[in-house]
């Protein structure tokens, strides 16, 4: 998966929504038959939480996919919103700190 510059991708919540809905499911019945409290699945379905490897272990067995999908999905999610909301600051603020040591280091070699 690559992670978007630009906007934020979907939340995992989403993709787990639409599993739900498509398969005719309720998002307390899933709970019950992965054996997790509803309110964490409502909550990620929420985009209120995310997936942790525990979810994601239960929902890729249960939906017959790998963990590492949840979890993926997870990781871009977050990358992309932090490339949204503060990817440029941070960037500046790694060039900044780069420029100054490679002048200091060029100051150091005269």
């Known amino acids: 998966m690559t992670v978007p510059t630009n906007r934020i991708a979907t939340h995992p919540g989403v993709l787990l929504l639409e599993q739900i809905q498509e398969m ?3 998002v307390s019945g899933l709970a019950r038959d992965i054996d997790l409290p509803a309110t964490r699945l409502h909550e990620i379905v929420h985009e209120r939480r995310g997936v942790s490897a525990e979810t994601a272990i239960a929902l ?5 996919q790998t963990p590492e ?6 990781k871009v999610y977050e990358l992309s919103r932090e ?4 990817g440029e600051e ?3 603020r790694v060039r900044r700190h780069a420029r ?5 280091s060029k100051t150091a070699r005269v």
């Open 24 to 26: 005719g499911l309720t």
């Open 69 to 74: 999908f949840w979890m993926n999905a997870q």
């Open 100 to 104: 100054d040591r490679i002048e200091e």
């Open 60 to 64: 890729g067995e249960y939906f017959d």
């Open 90 to 92: 941070i960037r500046s």
């Open 83 to 86: 490339q949204v909301m503060n």
